[in-house]
């Protein structure tokens, strides 16, 4: 079964800095869009970043020019650098993949588990 593993997360004060890491195992054949979405408490999760197999990204326009993602295909891992960090930030992160397990299986989408952001002083 194909698992996504985020870390990276924690406490940071505001105007601070943190990556977070997504890796991607077991039954792999293909990655297609990987992502990052958010959720505060009380709210609804939105999409944070997201970035294709070719590079191309696409932001929310409350992260752009803060936050940067990318990505490593060898190891199918994919990051988010968040730089400029503000309070409303503070959310549950969760890492998404649309995951093809097989050759001739049919792509779909996964999510790991999440890990905390906390920006506050």
């Known amino acids: 079964q194909v698992q996504l593993v985020e870390s990276g997360g924690g406490l940071v004060q505001p105007g601070g800095s943190l990556r977070l890491s997504c890796a991607a195992s077991?039954?792999?054949?293909?990655?297609?869009?990987m992502g990052w979405y958010r959720q505060a408490p009380g709210k609804e999760r939105e999409l944070v970043a997201q970035i294709t197999s070719g590079g191309t990204t696409n932001y929310a326009d409350s992260v752009k020019g803060r936050f940067t993602i990318s990505r490593d295909n060898a190891k199918n891992t994919v990051y988010l650098q968040m730089n400029s960090l503000k309070s409303e930030d503070t959310a549950v992160y969760y890492c998404?993949?649309?995951?093809?397990?097989?050759?001739?299986?049919?792509?779909?989408?996964?999510w790991g588990k999440g890990t905390l952001v906390t920006v506050s002083s």
């Open positions: 077991g039954s792999i054949f293909s990655i297609n869009t």
């Open positions: 998404n993949a649309h995951i093809q397990p097989h050759p001739i299986g049919v792509g779909m989408d996964y």
